[in-house]
């Protein structure tokens, strides 16, 4: 548990106080003993929420809207993904994305080849992930897979697990089991059989959600 506090709170004092104090406040000490990370059920703080939201709600509309995107797509996201995205803002990505950097809640990750930037706090990623309904993550899911597949159709060394990943957060599961199982046949054949094995294991558990066709 300690681990995963550390973890998850990259170190940072303010992070670690308050999200230590809320959860001893919210989970017995008996069920953190028996557990190796946090609870499913944990939530942040409200006074970190709160700390962080409002640096969101500071942002220009388009920008923040513009966050919100990049929450569905991950901790990390390449500039071209974002600026794939069908129906995102009008003008200039790297203006919209100039007040995110300012507030220092981005900050350009080293790739030499594609841009990429990344949520400077996993929990500033959160924070805007959840403020979306389920039905509007799902949606932008579905979105971030779509111009991905779209993106990188011509590149063969691209693993499918991230694009697996969004369909099956978008309640796309038909779509999802295929990536998951090309995934899956990929890592094996490099030899990465614990890789293999965990991206098989995500398709097999979507089974019970799509019909029972003879596909």
Known sequence: TL???VERTEGIPLFIEEFSKSLSESVSAEELASKQGLPDTFQLPESLQESLLSRLEHLPEASRVIVLLA??????????????MPDRPE???????NP???????VPSSNELELEFHFRHGLIRDVAYRTLLQSDREALHERVARAAETLYAQ???????AIAH?????ARFEMAVSLWLLAGVRAARRFSLLEAR????????LFPHIPDTAE
């Open 3 to 5: 681990k995963a506090i």
């Open 71 to 84: 929450s569905v797509i991950g901790r990390n996201f390449s500039y071209d993904l974002l600026d794939a």
């Open 91 to 97: 003008g200039q990505l790297y203006e919209l994305l």
């Open 100 to 106: 995110l950097l300012e507030a220092q809640l981005i």
């Open 155 to 161: 590149d063969p060394d691209r693993s499918p697990e």
């Open 166 to 170: 969004h369909y099956t957060e978008a």
């Open 198 to 205: 965990d991206h098989l294991e995500k398709g097999l558990k």
